[in-house]
């Protein structure tokens, strides 16, 4: 028998933080799917702010190629301050 | 993400051999203790697994709020009554981070409702146990949520990371679970003959049907050596039992309740409470459905379901009826 | 003197109270799992409204008695609910009718009732408004749907508002008592809200493509007790245990 879509639920659980993935809810529409985030989510205010988005329209990355997408970062050192040794004297630069 | 790609079939089917070099890798992965996330690959016979254990957590979960829900017009105070409330709408929330974590391996939530409905799913079978009086209902937060807490503890850790997730989440929210049942019976144990009287009679009842919650004894329980491998489950069924036991039995003494099991012995030796037998036949004709109120349960959840259709199909229609109007 | 703010308090301590235990009866049984966390959400509002009200009430009373002395240990004629509060949930269809209107004409009353000089019911109407509020929108939204989703959800809309609207009468209705405290400007009267509640509910239904029913011969009695058959059978479960072990404690 017929369910309503998939949404993806995000929360800011207060000010200064970002927006967290909490979890999912099947709801109508995006208003409602703001309500059953609510309803869900945030019984113990666990939240101030709450973003939804259709599953369906999230575009994720691959993890097959996981290798492309990421490793060349990690040849990068360079990009780390532990990577430069500096006289103690200015160490904490 | 939790973002589920559903209807998307994987090329492998079930009885194809996996790719020994990709089971190996993950072999590895999850041996080490990595989190398997929803898109990478993953054995089928685990991903079937997980769809089967998770969702039957889920279905539990949601029929869990009927038997309590028994209680809930009947509660003797506005604040149990608002506890209880409390309580029961928290497994409702437990059912649904479950069913999330569950459609993330590519099986939607209208296929593992119809499956609970048709029969075909599982859940729990201490909720086809009635409950009789109020006390009951301490006795589900304590011993019931108990168990349950003992099952999911080790599952925060679990390698599927959506479930994983929901676990923590859960977790969380339940500590309060068990304490208020605990709370309800100590209330119970401070009041009159008859409050103490109720109080032993759902001890009576809900004392060995807790303790087949644990599932079968570990010599029949055929897949659980794969699930350990797996980090699906974290420990034997027994193992989790006598913790059970060990943590429960003084938790009865200071209500003033009897356990009963007339074999309940400290075992100095072991270290451990020794236990009576289980009866099995029963936990397994209560599996195959024929709990006292099996029927009375799944065809709650079915009419629920069933008379909520024109609610879901008549929000949609709005929906389609705005989303139609913007394009216009 | 003090006798008239205890039975308005009792009033709105009641409504609420009546109106929570009947959507507890949801609680497992919703259209989706999601609408029944909702739904309880709201049970949760009113009971937690009904403690603090009944509570302030027998206090003023002096006689000793409690939110829970006054829920379970009074007699359907003791009950000053409106007749919309207890009827039964029906469909889901009448269960958001009768929450639009209850929570139409609360979440409007309760508003006033912030800046009353007794600064208990200020402070409790303070946190009352905003959860009423919230209950009036969540009934809009659903009105909204049902009204315009389906021909089926239509016409089950249709019946709904034809079923309450009876009821509407006994709700807006000032007793003697409430009368009373409006006169010492301790409450509004309820009339005073009733322009307000048909704009406020006509424009929702007709967003939804429903009308406002036609005049109705006006039922009222709630607030003196006279019921409907429903309330004694409600209160039968309800206070089943606290009236079976009048000296327990829970």
Redesign the interface.
């Known amino acids: 028998m017929y369910?309503?879509p998939l949404w993806e639920v995000f929360i800011r659980a207060r000010g200064g933080l970002d927006h967290r993935h909490a979890g999912s809810?099947?709801?109508?529409d995006a208003?409602?799917a703001l309500?059953?985030a609510r309803?869900?989510y945030t019984?113990r205010l666990e939240g101030v702010s709450i973003w939804v988005v259709r599953s369906s329209d999230i575009v994720a990355s691959d993890p097959a190629q996981d290798y492309s997408m990421f490793e060349p970062a990690a040849s990068k050192i360079y990009r780390h301050p532990t990577f430069y040794v500096l006289p103690e004297a200015v160490d904490h630069m | 993400m939790y973002t589920t790609e559903l209807g998307k079939v994987s090329p492998l089917q079930d009885g194809a051999q996996e790719d020994p070099e990709r089971l190996a890798a993950f072999e590895t992965r999850v041996a080490a203790d990595e989190f398997v996330e929803p898109k990478d690959w993953m054995p089928q016979a685990y991903r079937r697994t997980l769809v089967r254990q998770i969702s039957q957590h889920a279905h539990s979960e949601?029929v869990g709020?009927?038997p309590e829900?028994n209680w809930?017009?009947?509660?003797?105070?506005?604040?149990?009554?608002?506890i209880l409330?409390?309580k029961?709408?928290d497994e409702?929330?437990h059912?649904?981070y479950l069913?999330c974590a569950a459609e993330t391996l590519g099986t939607s939530r209208e296929e593992m409702i119809d499956a609970l409905h048709s029969g075909r799913a599982k859940y729990s079978t201490i909720f086809n146990y009635p409950t009789l009086n109020?006390a009951d209902i301490g006795a589900i937060g304590w011993l019931v949520d108990g168990a349950a807490i003992m099952n999911q503890v080790p599952l925060q850790r679990t390698s599927y990371g959506p479930y994983a997730r929901a676990m923590v989440r859960i977790c969380k929210e339940e500590s309060f679970h068990q304490r208020q049942g605990y709370d309800?019976l100590l209330?119970?144990a401070?009041?009159?003959a008859?409050?103490k009287a109720m109080s032993q009679d759902a001890l009576n009842r809900w004392w060995w049907p807790a303790l087949m919650m644990f599932g079968p004894p570990d010599e029949d329980s055929p897949n659980s050596a794969q699930s350990i491998r797996w980090r699906i489950k974290r420990e034997t069924n027994d193992q989790l039992r006598q913790k059970f036991v060990d943590a429960t039995v003084p938790q009865a003494e200071l209500l003033g309740l009897t356990i009963p099991d007339p074999d309940l012995n400290w075992n100095e030796q072991r270290g451990h409470y020794d236990f009576g037998a289980i009866e099995w036949d029963e936990f397994y004709a209560v599996v195959r459905g024929e709990g006292p109120t099996a029927k009375e349960r799944i065809t709650?959840r079915r009419?629920?379901w069933a008379?909520?259709?024109?609610?879901?199909?008549?929000?949609?229609?709005?929906e389609a009826?705005r989303a139609a109007r913007v394009a216009a | 003197m003090e006798y008239s703010l205890f039975r308005a308090l009792t009033q709105l301590g009641d409504d609420s109270?009546i109106l929570g235990?009947r959507l507890?009866?949801w609680?497992?049984?919703?259209?989706?799992?999601?609408?029944?966390?909702?739904l309880?959400?709201l049970?949760?509002d009113l009971?937690?409204q009904?403690?603090m009200l009944l509570d302030y009430a027998g206090e003023l009373e002096g006689g000793g008695r409690d939110?829970?002395a006054l829920?379970?240990h009074r007699n359907a004629e003791q009950f000053a609910n409106c007749l919309l509060a207890e009827q039964p949930n029906g469909?889901?269809a009448r269960t958001v009718v009768r929450h639009l209107l209850f929570a139409t004409y609360a979440s409007a009353l309760y508003e006033a009732l912030t800046a009353s000089p007794d600064a208990r019911l200020a402070e409790i109407a303070a946190k009352a408004v905003k959860e009423l509020r919230y209950h009036a929108d969540?009934a809009a939204?659903w009105a909204?749907?049902?009204g315009?989703?389906?021909e089926?959800?239509r016409a089950?809309m249709a019946e709904a508002l034809d079923w309450h609207w009876r009821f509407v009468n006994d709700l807006f209705h000032d007793d003697r008592d409430w009368a009373a405290c409006a006169a010492r400007g301790l409450v509004p009267l309820r009339q005073s809200l009733r322009y307000g509640f048909e704009r406020d509910v006509s424009a929702i239904l007709e967003r939804a493509g429903l009308a406002l029913p036609r005049k109705v011969w006006p039922i009222v009695g709630g607030r003196s007790g006279q019921h409907s058959e429903h309330l004694s059978v409600l209160l039968a479960?309800?206070q089943?245990?606290?009236r079976a072990?009048p000296?327990?404690?829970?």
């Not at chain 2, 008379?307 to 709005?318: D, I, L, Q, S």
């Not at chain 3, 609680?27 to 909702?38: A, Q, S």
């Not at chain 3, 000296?247 to 829970?250: G, L, Q, S, T, Y």
């Open positions: 369910d309503w809810v099947h709801a109508p208003h409602m309500r059953h309803d869900t019984r | 949601i709020m009927l829900g809930l017009t009947r509660a003797p105070s506005l604040q149990r009554k608002a409330l409390a029961i709408q409702g929330g059912g649904l069913y109020w309800l209330a119970l401070k009041g009159t008859a409050q709650a009419d629920a008379n909520g259709a024109w609610v879901r199909e008549a929000a949609a229609a709005f009826k | 109270l235990q507890c009866e609680c497992g049984h919703g259209p989706t799992i999601e609408v029944d966390l909702g309880s959400n049970a949760l009971i937690g009904a403690t939110a829970d829920a379970f469909d889901f969540f939204d909204e749907r049902l315009d989703g389906t089926e959800s089950r479960t309800m089943v245990l606290p072990h000296e327990a404690v829970w």
